[in-house]
């Protein structure tokens, strides 16, 4: 089982931001976790506070001001019995990227899990990426981005997780081996079904469908087929019903469709960091499936050791005074 001690969740303290709040609740609860809400200051704000005297009475008005609308978000989604043992606390965000941000609080907060929501973008803005693309290619940890617009696995009364099949789109590499590796735990948690899917490139084969009779046992599809069921360990199978496929195409499209027809509550797909000259212009295959998947993607990411952070000026500045 994944050991997730600490969780962040930025918010923009907006109705819309309560979806992703609500997935980052019912995963503290079920794994005992400390919640970091983080919200970012507005560029006004910070430019008005650095700029007059006593900037760290302003920030700490600022941060009050901000714990009082996490309150207030906390008090619609909890029962109180459940707000009275929610360990948590609010974190005001300083800098203009707030995927920056978002990053380096994880980091310096020891962050085991950052879940996020993503907006759904037009096609021609999808070229200039997002936050929960960013975020994706940096943070420390692995990220949960959710969608307004998804299948939902928190119950909406009792803030329960109901997983039933878990997808890794599996392409034999490390990356792909840590999210299975989420996905497992996930798996044997809520007794999900286990989805691998490995899809090989458009046109790498003659055969246009997937092929099982025996007389086509050294096809690539057969390779893959046999080598995706090697890579689940033996028990998983006494806990988890397991279902492997091989597709062939372009792998996000491959990985949507399946996606789709089958139902899949969560994805959990490795992310191989930032792309460079077209791939970084036009998106990875991680980034394609973020804006369209029906489902919360799981981007799993080796963690990274915290940063020391020197202390900031109005710490030492509020220590001296």
């Excluded at 619609?76 to 974190?91: D, I």
């Excluded at 050294?218 to 069921?229: C, E, F, I, K, V």
Aim: charge should be neutral; aromatic fraction near 6%.
């Amino acid at each position: 089982m994944i050991d997730i001690k600490r969780i962040v969740c930025p918010t923009d303290l907006s109705p819309e931001s309560n979806q992703a709040l609500r997935y980052a609740l019912a995963l503290a609860a079920a794994y005992g976790s400390e919640l970091f809400l983080c919200h970012q200051l507005e560029r006004e704000m910070v430019a008005t506070a650095a700029a007059i005297q006593g900037q760290p009475r302003r920030r700490r008005q600022s941060e009050d001001q901000s714990n009082r609308m996490f309150e207030t978000a906390l008090q619609k989604l909890l029962k109180p019995e459940e707000s009275a043992v929610l360990n948590w606390q609010g974190v005001v965000m300083d800098g203009d990227d707030v995927g920056e941000a978002i990053t380096r609080t994880a980091s310096s907060r020891g962050a085991d899990l950052i879940v996020m929501r993503s907006r759904r973008r037009p096609h021609r803005a999808a070229i200039l990426g997002s936050t929960a693309e960013s975020v994706c290619r940096t943070a420390p940890c692995p990220v949960l981005v959710t969608h307004c617009d998804e299948r939902d696995w928190v119950q909406p009364l009792s803030s329960s997780i109901n997983i039933q099949r878990v997808l890794v789109p599996y392409d034999f590499s490390d990356y792909a081996e840590l999210a299975l590796k989420y996905a497992l735990s996930f798996a044997q948690e809520y007794q999900a079904e286990l989805h691998l899917l490995h899809v090989l490139p458009p046109h790498s084969v003659n055969e246009p469908e997937i092929a099982w009779s025996p007389n086509q046992s050294d096809s690539a599809y057969h390779n893959a087929a046999r080598r995706l069921q090697r890579v689940v360990p033996s028990e998983a199978y006494l806990w988890c019903e397991i279902k492997t496929a091989v597709s062939e195409g372009h792998p996000y499209r491959e990985i949507l469709n399946y996606a789709e027809q089958n139902a899949i509550d969560l994805v959990s797909i490795g992310a191989h960091g930032a792309g460079f000259g077209m791939r970084a212009l036009f998106g990875s295959n991680v980034d394609r499936v973020l804006r369209q998947a029906p489902c919360p993607v799981l981007v799993a990411r080796h963690l990274k050791p915290a940063l020391r952070m020197a202390p900031s000026p109005e710490l030492l500045a509020a220590a001296a005074s």
